[in-house]
């Protein structure tokens, strides 16, 4: 079988207001704001320009949107520039993401970073096509209940895709479920 993505997951874009474009893809096309996350101005998000980012959704996926805003909103560093920020592919497995993470280090294809944690925590690499467009590949992202709350996640965490334990990050996620429903049972009865 043909190694392949899964589906296109979501795309991320720069902008200069993100109150502005938040209020724009959910008060005029309708979609849904799963959360906002503040980087901090010490910590790495998703490439190294990004300050906050907003996720936004149409259904239960964590979200199929990335709004962000860039390190220094009035002049972005030359390599970065408003507009489009990356493009996100599900993969279909833990194995098909492994496989395509090594076929970039194979082809010499080059390789930003791997992680796990933060908005939607999935594991994920971010790599860049022949253009430097910013790539991100993924496995396993978040599904928003009933309730439409994200459940809780750990901050980002660099990690080696190669050794990383995918059924032990499953075996935490559940657990922190877990311990979210277990918070809202005991809200919700008193």
Not at 153 to 160: D, F, G, K, S, T
């Amino acid at each position: 079988m043909t190694l392949r993505v899964g589906r296109l997951g979501h795309i991320g874009i720069a902008v200069r207001d993100m109150e502005r474009s938040v209020r724009f893809y959910t008060e005029v096309l309708g979609m849904r704001l799963t959360e906002q996350f503040n980087y901090g101005l010490d910590e790495v998000g998703h490439g190294v320009a990004v300050l906050a980012g907003s996720f936004v959704r149409n259904d239960a996926t964590h979200h199929c949107l990335s709004i962000f805003t860039l390190r220094s909103a009035i002049e972005p560093p030359a390599q970065h520039c408003f507009g489009l920020h990356h493009i996100a592919f599900e993969m279909n497995s833990s194995d098909d993401l492994l496989a395509l993470y090594k076929r970039f280090e194979e082809r010499g294809h080059p390789i930003v970073n791997a992680r796990k944690g933060g908005p939607g925590n999935q594991p994920r690499f971010y790599g860049r096509d022949p253009d430097g467009n910013l790539l991100e590949f993924y496995w396993g992202i978040d599904q928003i209940g009933w309730d439409g709350i994200a459940r809780p996640y750990p901050p980002i965490e660099e990690i080696e895709l190669e050794t990383f334990d995918f059924q032990a990050f499953e075996d935490d996620r559940e657990r922190m479920a877990e311990q979210a429903r277990n918070v809202l049972g005991t809200d919700v009865r008193g």
